[in-house]
């Protein structure tokens, strides 16, 4: 079993940078492939970005490339998402998910069903 745990949400305004970081817990954390995801009243959940075991493949979101980063900080146990230049669009609950598996996740990433463990999210908000 994995728990996961996002903070770092906050309410900002257009144009400004959060760094949402999700600490996960009960296994090891080399082993997992970690994701973002976001969510919001009456829509799908949406895949934001993710990063390979190795911390060196990482997928983005074209909603994301070029304006957010994802990272991995494996003596920590810990994935962050730094999101720069942010908009009203981001707004969302920012879920953290993992995956155990590895076969064939270039395929896979996008889809949330996918995604074995989740946080329980940390709300983004931002003012225009």
């Known amino acids: 079993q994995v728990h996961l745990v996002e903070s770092g949400g906050d309410l900002v305004q257009a144009g400004d940078s959060l760094r949402l970081s999700c600490a996960a817990a009960?296994?090891?954390?080399?082993?997992?492939?970690m994701a973002w995801f976001r969510e919001v009243p009456g829509k799908e959940r949406e895949f934001v970005a993710a990063v390979r075991k190795n911390g060196e493949e990482t997928y983005y979101a074209d909603s994301a490339k070029g304006r957010f980063t994802i990272s991995r900080d494996d003596a920590k146990s810990t994935v962050y998402l730094q999101m720069n230049s942010l908009t009203p669009e981001d707004t969302a609950v920012y879920y953290c998910a993992a995956d155990t598996g590895d076969v064939l996740y270039s395929v896979r990433y996008p889809y949330a069903r996918e995604y074995d463990y989740w946080g329980q999210g940390t709300q983004v908000t931002v003012s225009s």
């Open positions: 009960g296994r090891t954390f080399t082993n997992l492939i």
